[in-house]
């Protein structure tokens, strides 16, 4: 058991702490510690009142603690964590770039209008979701622990089940958020032999250099 935690914390620390802080919100929320009305997204009330937490509070918070809370923080560890222990092993700098590019890109969604909900988090599982999808195509899920599907045509079911509960906008604009930062990642470098989302080895060669000249 030691030795599960300690690799958790060793190669996903972004991921414990982000789906930390979702049930930590989701817990205070049910024992009534904190409201949800001071944990949506309002633009108004970010930037007259200054509530500058609620940037952050948006993207962190699913309703307080129940069977659908519990599965949709669980879906985002599992996505979260194969992406920063697999594909950003070592990299976490890059891993926290491209959650920050998936936040701003969502608040300016936002901010613009062109989204209205009070709570980001169920799109930013919905782009992180697709970004795996394509990254990792070959692999299997089970939808409901029952329904295996493949994890490229993933994003098209969820669109297709979300649709019928609250409509196709939100879902689409999640997975076109989700398509561009997946060519950035994978296709774009290959074709020029750059990597604009590549920001680890920036932070590896400066503090590289000043330890090879005191050696």
Known sequence: MNNAIENALRETP????????MGMLGVMSSLEVIHPLYLLLSPSLVFKEHQYWRLVT?????GPISA????????????????????????????????LIVGCSLLGLRF??????????????TCMTYIMSRIFND???AIFFVVPVPMRLLPFVLMIMNTMVSGVSNEVLG????????YFLEVFPRITGQSPLRIQWLFERAFAAPLGRVT
Do not use: K
Not at 175 to 182: C, M, Q, S
């Open 14 to 21: 972004i991921t414990l702490v982000v789906c930390g802080l």
């Open 58 to 62: 948006n993207f962190l918070y699913f």
């Open 68 to 99: 659908h809370c519990i599965m949709e923080i669980q879906w985002i560890y599992l996505v979260s964590s194969y992406l920063e222990a697999q594909y950003y092993n070592r990299r976490p700098l890059d891993y926290i770039l491209l959650l």
């Open 112 to 125: 613009s209008s062109i989204v209205d909900v009070p709570y980001l988090s169920y799109m930013l599982g």
């Open 139 to 141: 692999i299997e899920v």
């Open 175 to 182: 997975n076109v958020l989700g398509h561009v930062l997946w």
